[in-house]
C-alpha cells in the first residue's frame, strides 16, 4: 500500500499544508477533509453569522484570538491552546469547551446522574448544614452520602466521615459498637461453637 504524502493542498485557500493542518473525514480517499481547518473555520463562523441574521437572532461579536488560543463560547474567555482537549474532528482540532468548563459539566452530570441533585440542591444541603460535615461537625462538607439500598441521599459529609461508614458497610449496628468501643465499652466476643461467636447482650 502506498504511503500518504506529509503534505495537502486546500482546496479553499490553495496552500499546501501538512496533514495536521486537516481535519479528518472518513469518507475522502486520503482520509481528510478538502479544506484545511483554517478555512473550515472561517467557512463555518461566516455561515453561522448569516444563519443567526436570517432568524433575527443576535450575532456574537468576533473577539479577536491571538496564535495559540481559543475562546471558550461556555466562560467566555480566551485560553491558550493546552486548556483545550483535543478533538481531531473539529475544524480546528480542539474540544468546543475548555477543560475547566468540561470538568464543571462533569460534575454536575456526576450529581445529577448518581444522586438526582442539581448543583443548586446540593449547596442548598451543605448551607443547611452550615457547611460542616453531620457526623465530625467539624470537617467541610463535600461527599454527597446516599443510602446504597434505596438510594435516597442522606446529608454531605467530609472525605473521612464517608469512607468510614463505608468501611463499617453502612450497618447501623456496627457503627452503635464502635460507638460504644470508643467509650470504653470493650465488647468481648463470646465463643459458643467452633467457630460461632455470640456477643454479650
Sequence with gaps: MAEEPDAKECGRCGRVQSRAAFARDRNRRDGLQVYCRECVAE????????????????????????????LCRTCGEVKPHGEWHKNATASDGLSTRCKACRATQGRADHLK??????????????????GLCVICLNAPAVHVDHCHKTGKVRGVLCFNCNSAIGKLGDDPDAVRRAASYLEGNSWKPILVAPGVYQLPS
Design 113 to 130: 446522574r448518581n444522586y438526582g441533585l442539581t448543583e443548586a440542591e446540593r449547596d442548598a444541603m451543605v448551607a443547611a448544614q452550615r
Design 43 to 70: 467557512y463555518s463562523a461566516a455561515h453561522y453569522r448569516l444563519r443567526r441574521e436570517a432568524v433575527g437572532k443576535p450575532v456574537r461579536e468576533k473577539v479577536d484570538v491571538p496564535a495559540g488560543h481559543k
